[in-house]
């Protein structure tokens, strides 16, 4: 029984996560960054994040952020953490359009790169306190909306398989329905 629900949780669970979804891909990508790539910012940042598919390694990645005015505002040393995100500082960033180029590698440099922009508008600068707002950039495609559908799905399933053990515990422990038209046995 354990292992006909482990397999149904399973098929669930692939089912939610689309079928496009392969548990066993060997490339690097890039599942999001911060500034979102296209993104406007809402207020400033003091870095630049990219979460990978795959662990990545501080000696074989690099993380370059071009102002509109060619300079490089990369500031400080790249930092990987938790091995599947790396972050780069940057200095303050004026008013304009920011190319970020990526590298990220396991085992050699370069294994995988790409690119993307975001926008500072003069507005974001005038955001400015003591402290950069957490979340920096406007993205309709997060916030709590996208955590309170996960957390849905994810109460969905657990409700279901808890839904399907008792329908199956209630089944075997159930006596035969009575059969009137059998006579007794002695």
Same mark, same amino acid.
């Given at each position: 029984?354990?292992?006909?629900?482990? %397999?149904?949780?399973?098929?669930?669970?692939?089912?939610?996560?689309?079928?496009?979804?392969?548990?066993?891909?060997?490339?690097i990508a890039v599942?999001? *960054? !911060?500034?979102?790539?296209?993104?406007?910012?809402?207020?400033?940042? *003091?870095?630049?994040?990219? %979460?990978?598919?795959?662990?990545?390694?501080?000696?074989? %990645?690099?993380?370059?952020?071009? /102002?509109?005015?060619?300079?490089?505002?990369? %500031?400080?040393?790249? &930092?990987?953490?938790?091995?599947?995100?790396?972050?780069? =500082?940057?200095?303050?960033?004026?008013? /304009? *359009?920011?190319? !970020?180029?990526?590298?990220?590698?396991?085992?050699? =440099?370069?294994?995988?790169?790409?690119?993307? &922009?975001?926008?500072? =508008?003069?507005?974001?600068?005038?955001?400015?306190?003591?402290?950069?707002?957490?979340?920096?950039?406007?993205?309709p495609n997060s916030?709590?909306?996208?955590?309170?559908?996960?957390?849905?799905?994810?109460?969905?399933?657990?409700?279901?398989?808890?839904?399907?053990?008792?329908?199956?515990?209630?089944?075997?422990?159930?006596? =035969?329905?009575?059969?009137?038209?059998?006579?007794?046995?002695?």
């Amino acid at each position: 029984m354990l292992r006909r629900t482990a %397999s149904l949780l399973a098929a669930v669970v692939l089912l939610i996560a689309g079928p496009g979804a392969s548990p066993a891909r060997a490339d690097i990508a890039v599942l999001q *960054t !911060v500034p979102v790539a296209g993104s406007t910012l809402t207020a400033p940042i *003091t870095e630049v994040r990219l %979460s990978f598919t795959r662990a990545v390694h501080a000696n074989y %990645s690099s993380v370059e952020v071009t /102002g509109p005015d060619g300079a490089d505002y990369a %500031s400080g040393d790249l &930092d990987v953490f938790m091995d599947l995100n790396i972050v780069q =500082p940057v200095r303050h960033l004026a008013p /304009g *359009t920011y190319r !970020v180029s990526w590298s990220a590698g396991v085992a050699a =440099p370069g294994e995988a790169q790409g690119q993307f &922009d975001f926008t500072v =508008p003069e507005a974001a600068l005038m955001a400015v306190d003591d402290k950069p707002a957490a979340v920096a950039y406007d993205n309709p495609n997060s916030g709590p909306g996208v955590w309170l559908v996960l957390g849905g799905l994810a109460g969905l399933v657990v409700v279901l398989w808890v839904v399907l053990i008792v329908r199956r515990s209630k089944r075997e422990l159930a006596p =035969p329905p009575y059969r009137g038209d059998r006579g007794m046995d002695f």
